[in-house]
Nanobody, 121 residues
Framework: QVQLVESGGGLVQAGGSLRLSCAAS????????MGWYRQAPGKQRELVAT???????AYADSVKGRFTISRDNAKNTVYLQMNSLKPEDTAVYYC???????????????WGQGTQVTVSS
């Protein structure tokens, strides 16, 4: 199985920063469709930030300008830099890799176990 392992979550004050890491068990050099999702209590899992099939980045409106997705292909790792955190950013954050060319086919979509981010006011 493809394994994705998130780390870097924790408890921070509003206005603070965290950097999440997603280490992959496979090379990610040629994988464009990788990103971060989150699931807040009582809510559906939603897209936070992602690399697209064309190599661009896309962000949820709620995090645009505050979060930045990046990658280190040599380390097979994707990062999410989160600045100016708000209490509404509190959620479990998940790393995602879509190996189906952006089609979202379940058999080719992989998820990490999630890492908790809690932002206090």
């Amino acid at each position: 199985q493809v394994q994705l392992v998130e780390s870097g979550g924790g408890l921070v004050q509003a206005g603070g920063s965290l950097r999440l890491s997603c280490a992959a068990s496979i090379t990610i050099f040629s994988i464009n469709n990788m990103g971060w999702y989150r699931q807040a209590p009582g809510k559906q899992r939603e897209l936070v930030a992602t690399f697209t099939r064309g190599g661009s980045t896309a962000y949820a409106d709620s995090v645009k300008g505050r979060f930045t997705i990046s990658r280190d292909n040599a380390k097979n790792t994707v990062y999410l830099q989160m600045n100016s955190l708000k209490p509404e950013d509190t959620a479990v954050y998940y790393c995602n890799a879509d190996l189906s060319g952006g089609l979202g086919l379940r058999s080719l979509v992989y998820w990490g176990q999630g890492t908790q981010v809690t932002v206090s006011s």
